[in-house]
């Protein structure tokens, strides 16, 4: 049982240190994007569009990581195939 548990944690790890990446990432982007919505609510539309592109920038980077780093760490966990080769 404990080769069993040795052998999952390498992908524990790496799903644990990406989806925490990838958390990270999305927070920073809402938090950006909430504040450039005040910023142009407070009559500054130039910094507000250049903080909304920075939020949109962390908010893709986050879907980035999930989609190519997280998804397979975890279906790999799982012992599922990935979607795109089936």
Avoid: C, I, K, N
Wanted: no cysteine.
């Amino acid at each position: 049982m404990t080769t069993a548990v040795l052998e999952l944690f390498p992908a524990l790890l790496e799903l644990s240190a990406f989806g925490l990446g990838a958390l990270g990432l999305s927070l920073a982007g809402a938090y950006v994007e909430r504040f450039a919505l005040a910023t142009v609510q407070h009559g500054q539309p130039l910094l507000g569009l250049w903080a909304a592109a920075m939020g949109a920038v962390a908010l893709f980077f986050a879907y980035s990581l999930t989609v190519d780093r997280v998804l397979p760490a975890l279906l790999e966990l799982t012992g599922r195939a990935s979607p795109a080769t089936e």
